[in-house]
């Protein structure tokens, strides 16, 4: 798999690499970089083998630079509908059309922006329903089966924390722990599809050095921006991210 690579596609995936550790950062949504490089590159459905390792370490990285910020108590809100979501997406792989689940997605991640944004100017519209059991459950669900069949949960989940109001690196650090979990638990089960073999390892342990590349990068930023405009950013690239996975560009 590595020899036969090309150096302009070696190139999209250091590029895509450095993304995932930009994502760690605290911009999930630039997550769809490294989705559409890779699935240019290998392929939609086998680029996930190939990601899913380098995600792993992604999330390693972000935990040593933001993990000590943590909040637990959302990882224990979302863990279990997203573990549920996971087995649901991994049990519908093989049968479910991918463009519409990803239009499917996109729209309510889409939706969802708009709502979080229109409640950045006005605090108080609908400020207690994302404190509501069903509200981390139906992310959680969602994120599950993204994270499955996309490996594009970032956003769900940035919209969750965002929308609880938690402080820009407590976001950072709760996301990282969270998709550690998610990402090994996924491990067995994309080895078990036949997604994961010693060539995509060994692409994804050439392209790694790439990973806290962009964590410095993202880090570098998230230092230099005030909590409302990195509110404004997530949700930039969040929408982004919806409008990408609906195919609008």
Same mark, same amino acid.
């Given at each position: 798999m590595l020899s036969? %690579?090309?150096?302009?596609?070696?190139?999209?995936?250091?590029?895509g690499a450095a993304g995932i550790g930009f994502s760690k950062s605290g911009f999930p949504g630039i997550s769809m970089l490294h989705v559409v490089l890779?699935?240019?590159?290998?392929?939609?459905?086998?680029?996930?083998?190939v990601l899913l390792p380098m995600l792993v370490v992604g999330d390693l990285c972000a935990i040593g630079f933001f993990g000590r910020k943590a909040d637990w108590s959302h990882v224990r809100k979302l863990l279990p509908p997203?573990?549920?979501?996971i087995v649901v997406g991994w049990a519908m792989m093989d049968r479910l059309d991918p463009d519409n689940f990803k239009l499917l997605v996109g729209g309510i991640i889409l939706a969802l922006t708009i709502l979080q944004?229109?409640? %950045?100017?006005?605090p108080h519209w609908f400020e207690k329903f994302p404190h509501q059991l069903w509200f981390s459950i139906f992310l959680g669900l969602l994120a599950g089966l993204t994270t499955m069949l996309a490996n594009a949960a970032g956003p769900v989940v940035a919209l969750y924390l965002l929308a609880v109001s938690l402080p820009k690196w407590e976001l950072i650090g709760t996301s990282a722990w969270l998709f550690l979990v998610l990402n090994i638990l996924k491990l067995p089960l994309s080895y078990h599809l036949g997604?994961?073999?010693?060539?995509?390892? %060994?692409?994804?342990?050439?392209l790694a050095?790439?990973?806290p590349l962009g964590i410095l990068g993202g880090r570098w930023l998230v230092t230099r921006v005030s909590q409302?405009?990195?509110?404004?950013?997530? %949700?930039?690239?969040?929408a982004i991210a919806a409008m990408r996975l609906m195919g609008w560009f």
């Open positions: 036969s %690579l090309t150096a302009n596609e070696i190139g999209m995936l250091a590029i890779f699935a240019m590159v290998f392929g939609a459905l086998p680029s996930t083998g997203t573990l549920i979501g944004a229109a409640r %950045l100017l006005r997604l994961i073999t010693p060539d995509t390892l %060994l692409v994804g342990a050439v050095p790439m990973i409302k405009w990195f509110n404004t950013i997530l %949700l930039g690239f969040t």
